[in-house]
């Protein structure tokens, strides 16, 4: 089996990413259930929307185009998820995304980690040449996240989707090339030296 079709688990400091289980269902809705009931810019799934997200996560991945990540923090603990996503193992390129975190672990040393090991994995086993990260114009939190990584912008993708709510979203879109990786990979080290 190609490696683009398998989940690998990442292990960090401040992080593990494993493969997402719908074992993982209760705790999930747990973690998001308190401090993101105002958060429009992404979808965060609860008790009523779940089941279907995972069903779509499911489809994604059998289709070879998503690996869906269960977050954990350095305790263990279920603090998010993430996923590769929009995967074109033809073009050596895929998105890291579908990125929600708990509030607990906001502004931490997690998702630096978690991106730097995701982009490695991108980057150095899958071979990539090109990796994208994607974020709601209106979500200049994620917008800032981005581009501390490291990532250059491409543009704005302008009424490029229609959210759950109804509204048309802009889409900001960056990435990161292969040869901008060993600048990228050592500013994410610099960072979390800042976390150690």
Request: overall charge positive; some cysteine; aromatic content about 8%.
């Amino acid at each position: 089996m190609s490696r683009w079709r398998e989940t690998p688990t990442l292990v960090g400091a401040h992080v593990t990413l494993r493969p997402l289980d719908r074992a993982d269902r209760a705790a999930i809705v747990a973690a998001f259930a308190t401090g993101l009931e105002h958060v429009f810019a992404t979808i965060v799934p609860d008790e009523a929307t779940i089941d279907g997200w995972y069903d779509r996560l499911e489809q994604e991945k059998a289709a070879g185009r998503a690996l869906p990540f269960t977050v954990l923090d350095a305790q263990g603990q279920i603090a998010g998820v993430t996923r590769f996503m929009r995967m074109a193992e033809a073009h050596l390129r895929l998105e890291i995304g579908g990125t929600v975190y708990a509030p607990r672990v906001q502004r931490t040393g997690l998702n630096t980690e978690a991106k730097r090991l995701l982009l490695t994995h991108a980057f150095e086993t899958l071979g990539c040449q090109c990796v994208q990260l994607r974020t709601n114009w209106f979500n200049r939190a994620s917008r800032a996240a981005i581009e501390r990584l490291g990532a250059r912008l491409d543009g704005v993708l302008r009424g490029h989707m229609i959210t759950p709510g109804g509204a048309a979203r802009d889409t900001v879109v960056y990435s990161i090339l292969a040869h901008e990786w060993p600048g990228v990979r050592q500013n994410l080290d610099y960072q979390l030296e800042k976390h150690a």
